[in-house]
């Protein structure tokens, strides 16, 4: 069986089976989704390449944005292991903040977290071609300092300067900078006497995967 469901209090509880896809991008959809049990992908998809945005678990909600904008929906939703779910619609919502009024601002600010997020990623973008080779030396420079069996910690300090990343990654040291400003200005990275300092290695790593799907895709 790939799916069920049941009526609860408000919305449905849902079931899914590892695999199962919830929901595509591009089509409508007015729901969002709560996590009770379970992990969930959220990806997007351009010809054979899929790019992972995030794997939410227990207490996570997603599909909010087609709820809140009814626009269609702009990413899939995808079980990664068997998962239970409640199905919020427009109305559902409208009576658990009202009764909670403490989780539409849990929304909201998980909303404007994703929104800056998007904000973030464009900004990289503007900054051109050069900036996936410059994070793709930063992590491939993290590999090598930590071995790649090894569990890397939460934060990288890359003993390098920027006229030596700027070697590496064959990009301009002025465009370096620029670049390491901008990870910096977003909280990501900073430099310091003693290197390059790493500090949010996940946002980082999707960074650069959707600059890398990007230039392919």
Not at 67 to 83: D, G, H, N, Q
Not at 142 to 148: H, V
Request: overall charge positive.
């Amino acid at each position: 069986m790939n799916s069920s469901n049941a009526s609860v209090a408000f919305g449905k509880h849902l079931k899914f089976d590892s695999g199962v896809r919830i929901f595509t991008e591009g089509n409508p959809g007015s729901e969002m989704y709560v996590i009770l049990t379970g992990y969930v992908r959220i990806f997007i998809t351009t010809g054979n390449r899929t790019l992972t945005l995030t794997r939410l678990k227990k207490g996570d909600f997603f599909g909010e944005m087609a709820l809140l904008e009814k626009l269609p929906r702009s990413a899939s939703a995808e079980a990664i292991t068997k998962v239970e779910l409640i199905e919020l619609g427009s109305e559902d919502f409208k009576f658990l903040i009202q009764q909670h009024p403490d989780i539409a601002m849990k929304v909201l600010g998980k909303f404007s977290a994703r929104l800056r997020d998007a904000d973030h990623l464009i900004e990289l973008l503007l900054l051109g071609d050069e900036t996936g080779c410059i994070l793709q030396e930063l992590v491939k420079l993290a590999f090598i300092q930590y071995g790649p069996d090894k569990k890397m910690p939460s934060e990288w300090l890359l003993p390098i300067t920027i006229q030596e990343l700027s070697d590496k990654a064959n990009v301009s040291v002025e465009k370096t900078k620029k670049v390491i400003q901008e990870l910096d200005r977003i909280g990501i990275a900073n430099t310091s006497e003693d290197g390059i300092l790493i500090r949010k290695k996940g946002k980082l790593r999707y960074y650069l995967e959707y600059l890398g799907w990007k230039s392919k895709g």
